[in-house]
Structures are given as structure tokens and as C-alpha cells.
């Protein structure tokens, strides 16, 4: 996890993104209205503080958004993950930039997960093990990242914790 070490006046804080490598530091002072973290606290950093801050180990970033939610950016470059199209959507619903349904967990270990939280831990081992089979795909979709600076990674899954876009995003970040 990254963390900010909030430091600041009231009127706003300091970001210190800490990495394996030390090198990159944001001193950006933000309203602490907007961030909202208390001053002289370490605190976890959210995608939204990322966002506002637009600083980390690279200048990609990786959404992650449910196709059902309302405030997906129509302007941010999405690419579907699910191997299914979601139910009751058209392609006029959500219009994603593209659709990697091969990096979706193959249908044997979608039917064997069936989004239960109970078989989280050994799902995110066996879609890991899919996914390292799957590497010109990957280095496709860090390309595209690259290139956009953001990416807005689309699911259909209603738990938002456990589904395969997690994986996927944390696989592409540590690449």
C-alpha cells in the first residue's frame, strides 16, 4: 500500500509517496478540504487522492469501475475485462474503447468462483497462474496504459473487493 505522510498547516499537506525506490517526491500542498486527511498522520492514500495529487512510481494510472455505476467518465479510455458482456447493457450502455476478454479468467475458473469471498484467495492464485500464460496480452494492455496515462479498467461483478478486475489491476501494477 502507499501512504502519505501528511504533514501541514491547516491549510494543507505535504505528499510523500514512499516506493521501493525513494526517488520520486510530491510536494504538492493540496487544500485539505479536498484531500481531507488530518495533518501529522500516516495515512492510505485512495485512488482519489492519487488522482488529485497525479503523481506516483509512473504517471499511468489504472481505474477500476463497475459498468452498472453512473459515473463512469465517458472521455477516459475504458477497456472491458469480463470474458461475458454484461447482462441487460448494451453496446451503446458503455462503449468501451476495447474489450480484453482473453485476459478474463477462463470460463472453468469463473463457474468454479462464482464471486464468492470464501474462494477469494485461492481465485486470485489460480487467475495469476492463467495470467502469466497471457503475456503479450498484458504487456498490450501496459502499453495502452502508457499511452493514455490513465486507464478505466470496466467489470460487471457486483462485489467490487473480489473480481477479476482486482487481480488484474494488481498484476499490471506490479509489471
Known amino acids: 500500500m502507499d501512504?502519505?505522510?501528511a504533514?501541514?498547516?491547516?491549510?494543507?499537506?505535504?505528499?510523500?509517496?514512499?516506493?521501493?525506490?525513494?526517488?520520486?517526491?510530491?510536494?504538492?500542498?493540496?487544500?485539505?478540504?479536498?484531500?481531507?486527511f488530518p495533518p501529522l498522520r500516516d495515512v492510505p492514500?485512495?485512488?482519489?487522492?492519487?488522482?488529485?495529487?497525479?503523481?506516483?512510481?509512473?504517471?499511468?494510472?489504472?481505474?477500476?469501475?463497475?459498468?452498472?455505476?453512473?459515473?463512469?467518465?465517458?472521455?477516459?479510455?475504458?477497456?472491458?475485462?469480463?470474458?461475458?458482456?454484461?447482462?441487460?447493457?448494451?453496446r451503446d450502455d458503455i462503449r468501451p474503447d476495447d474489450w480484453f476478454k482473453d485476459l478474463a479468467p477462463s470460463n472453468e475458473l469463473r463457474k468454479w468462483f462464482g464471486h464468492d469471498?470464501?474462494?477469494?484467495?485461492?481465485?486470485?492464485?489460480?487467475?495469476?497462474?492463467e495470467l502469466n500464460s497471457k503475456a503479450d496480452a498484458l504487456h498490450t494492455l501496459k502499453e495502452l496504459e502508457k499511452k493514455h496515462h490513465t486507464i478505466t479498467l470496466l467489470y460487471g461483478a457486483k462485489d467490487t473487493l473480489h473480481n477479476n478486475a482486482v487481480v488484474l489491476k494488481e498484476v499490471l501494477e506490479s509489471m
Open 3 to 5: 501512504w502519505c505522510l
Open 7 to 36: 504533514k501541514g498547516n491547516g491549510s494543507g499537506h505535504f505528499c510523500k509517496p514512499i516506493f521501493d525506490d525513494a526517488q520520486e517526491v510530491c510536494a504538492e500542498i493540496w487544500n485539505s478540504t479536498l484531500v481531507n
Open 45 to 90: 492514500l485512495s485512488d482519489a487522492h492519487w488522482g488529485l495529487c497525479n503523481r506516483r512510481k509512473s504517471t499511468a494510472m489504472i481505474i477500476l469501475k463497475r459498468v452498472y455505476d453512473n459515473d463512469i467518465d465517458p472521455t477516459a479510455f475504458s477497456i472491458l475485462v469480463d470474458r461475458l458482456w454484461p447482462r441487460g447493457l448494451s
Open 117 to 129: 469471498p470464501g474462494k477469494w484467495v485461492s481465485f486470485r492464485k489460480k487467475y495469476v497462474h
